[in-house]
């Protein structure tokens, strides 16, 4: 059974940073992209980051780029997300996401694998 672990939410205030943590089980993705998604309350779920299989290709939002950044260790068979300069608008669950294959040719269609999220509150 693959799972995906994230670790590393909290409640920060503006302005802070935060790393998130996601460890996979169960599969090998180190041939495989991997990502991150956010999904606020109320709103549907939205691509945030993911990094093809070897780190070479970076997928990050537009709106997110200069804050977050995204890497990975695949000897550790995880993915990681830095978060700086927060804000409250970055308040949702963050979940990790991984694909089913080692580019990121669709951001959301070709994720074959989820975690189940863990919580980012920004107060202001």
């Known amino acids: 059974q693959v799972r995906l672990v994230e670790s590393g939410g909290g409640l920060v205030q503006a302005g802070d940073s935060l790393r998130l943590s996601c460890v996979a089980y169960?599969?090998?993705?180190?041939?495989?992209?991997m990502g991150w998604f956010r999904q606020a309350q109320g709103k549907e779920r939205e691509f945030v980051a993911a990094?093809?299989?070897?780190?070479?290709?970076?997928y990050i939002e537009d709106a997110l780029k200069g804050r977050f950044a995204i890497s990975r260790d695949n000897a550790k068979n995880a993915v990681y997300l830095q978060m700086n300069s927060l804000i409250p608008e970055d308040t949702a669950v963050y979940y990790c996401?991984?694909?089913?294959?080692?580019?990121?040719?669709?951001?959301?269609?070709?994720?074959?694998?989820w975690g189940r999220g863990t919580q980012v509150t920004v107060s202001s």
């Open positions: 990094l093809s299989w070897n780190s070479e290709y970076t």
């Open positions: 169960g599969r090998d993705f180190s041939n495989y992209a």
């Open positions: 996401a991984g694909y089913f294959t080692d580019l990121v040719f669709d951001k959301y269609d070709a994720v074959g694998h």
